[in-house]
């Protein structure tokens, strides 16, 4: 059987999934909707400014070192350690909360609200670093070929674990501090996942061990799209040829294979197996028409909430503003409780500020900064209309004005806003959710899609909506899964 691979979607799944396989032989060919690679991890250049317009920063580094070392390279982008990892600032509070990694240093910060915080926080992360190291490898880390067996691998871990599984991530946090600033700070991560500390498993806490323990945050030298541009040499240099423009609309099938894939286009694209980098449910209800993810069903999952995003150029320093920045209201948990359905709750928002400008003079002209705001906001299930985005996103622009003691508005000199509606255009994304599937414990491990197709042998996913989840370092043990199922596909 000749080694051919199409790899369908060029973000950092499918990317690191074919350069796997082309280090290992493989006759790889990517096909990708977009003008350029990436997927979600991409960038806007624009009136002389670069912006990121997804992930900002990456946490587990030793992913992608090990990633590196698997496919024989040295990693093709600069990294940089956050050290502090950001700030977080309360609008009903003058004070603004450095986040570092050093438990005295982090202390310090809580000594007025939380005056044992030290003790609380080493207990805390003491079960969430029991909690990830009991589990990251034997279920985050592993392929499951039915749901027994995953069930079966869950029974291994330490059962110390069961009560967190009956636990929320906020009733976790809320069961180990006292004071709301802690209690929030703590639980932002759940954000990260698309969905609120409200509706996450407290398995989740496990991050927590991940961010101020054991591996932090990075930031990339030049910006996060030099991941992508530097997996996209690499490509090259293993002759791995990147086909821009092409979306697949179709497909031919016999005897239990896909023999073709029809793009948009109407022209045919074939290979020995197929690796599907766009989202594992979607794909398989819109383009393999499968009844078990039709349309009705689909809209039935748990999917994470949407993103409004916009882009900012600013002319003018604005030295008192970090590289990383988090704004809460005074409301977060009414906030969070009703963000994913209920869109008035935008008049008061929590909200991402990163500023790429503030280490990289190259992405902003001279005098100038580079602005990237997130806010979570419900995903098309919930709200269609999006006419409103330049009212919400200029509420947004005067509250940070506030927050940082300087009117930016005046001093805009470049703008660009993304909302559900584009994210589900650019990303095929359903319903604009930001990060597909939810971390629903029904839907993670065996429960969510799997990479490998449950009725074409030949045909197998990686990414976000499939194993093992949401988030860069995922996406790339993601590609190891994948691989690794492609390779046994192969040698059956």
């Known amino acids: 059987m000749e080694k051919e691979v199409l790899v369908v979607g060029a973000g ?6 074919a350069l796997r396989l082309a280090k290992k032989g493989y006759d790889v060919e990517i096909i990708e909707k977009n003008n350029q690679a990436g997927g979600r991890l991409n960038q806007i250049k624009k009136d002389g400014f670069t912006f990121d317009t997804g992930p900002s920063f990456f946490s587990m580094s030793y992913e992608f070192k090990e990633f590196a070392k698997d496919c024989g390279i ?18 009903d509070s003058p004070k603004t909360y450095t986040l570092y990694k050093d438990i005295d240093k982090l202390a310090a910060e809580f000594a007025e609200k939380e005056p044992d915080f030290k003790e609380k926080m080493l207990k805390y992360l003491g079960k969430s670093g029991a909690l990830y190291n009991d589990t990251v490898d034997i279920v985050i880390k592993s392929n499951f070929d039915s749901v027994l067996q995953y069930l079966i691998t869950l029974m291994k871990v330490n059962p110390v674990h069961l009560p967190v599984l009956l636990k929320t991530f906020w009733q976790q946090v809320e069961q180990h501090f006292d004071s709301k600033e802690a209690q929030q700070i703590i639980s932002l991560i759940a954000f990260f996942l698309g969905r609120t500390p409200f509706d996450t498993s407290a398995v989740y806490t496990l991050l927590s061990h991940i961010e101020f323990r054991h591996d932090g945050y990075y930031n990339v030298k030049g910006g ?13 240099k293993a002759g791995v040829k990147i086909n821009y423009g092409v979306e697949i609309t179709g497909f031919k099938q016999k ?46 999952m ?43 709750t935008l008049e008061k928002p929590y909200y991402y500020v990163n500023m790429l400008s503030k280490h990289n003079d ?3 002209p001279e005098g100038c900064e580079s602005l990237f705001f997130v806010c979570p906001v419900p995903n098309m299930l919930y709200k269609k209309n999006w006419d409103d985005k330049d009212k919400i996103v200029d509420s947004i622009i005067s509250d940070f004005s506030k927050r940082i003691g300087q009117d930016i508005t005046g001093s805009i000199i470049s703008k660009t806003i993304y909302t559900p509606v584009e994210w589900e255009k650019y990303f095929n994304l359903y319903m604009g959710s930001g990060l597909g599937l939810s971390h629903h414990m029904m839907q993670i491990g065996a429960f969510r899609p799997a990479n490998k197709d449950e009725d074409y042998n030949n045909v197998f996913y990686v990414g976000a909506s499939t194993v093992p989840g949401a988030g860069l370092p995922m996406a790339v043990i ?8 492609v390779k046994n596909h192969f040698n059956e």
């Open 12 to 17: 950092l799944g499918g990317l690191t999934t």
């Open 74 to 91: 040295e990693l093709p982008f600069e990294f940089i350690e956050l050290d502090p990892l950001y700030t977080v600032n309360f609008s």
């Open 224 to 236: 996060m799209y030099k991941i992508v541009e530097g997996l996209v040499d690499e490509l090259k």
């Open 255 to 300: 005897d239990g294979k896909i023999t073709k894939l029809i793009d948009q286009t109407g022209k045919v694209w074939t290979a020995s197996a197929y690796v599907i980098n766009a989202d594992a449910a979607v794909f398989r209800g819109r383009v393999l028409n499968k009844r078990k993810y039709r349309e009705s069903k689909l809209r039935k």
């Open 302 to 344: 748990k999917w994470t909430m949407g993103y409004l995003t916009f882009y900012i150029g600013v002319k003018g320093k604005l030295p008192q503003v970090n590289h990383h920045n988090y704004f809460l209201g005074s409301n977060y948990k009414d906030y969070a409780l009703k963000v994913l359905k209920q869109p008035d």
């Open 362 to 364: 190259d992405c902003a």
């Open 478 to 485: 993601s590609s190891k899964l994948t691989a690794e199922r």
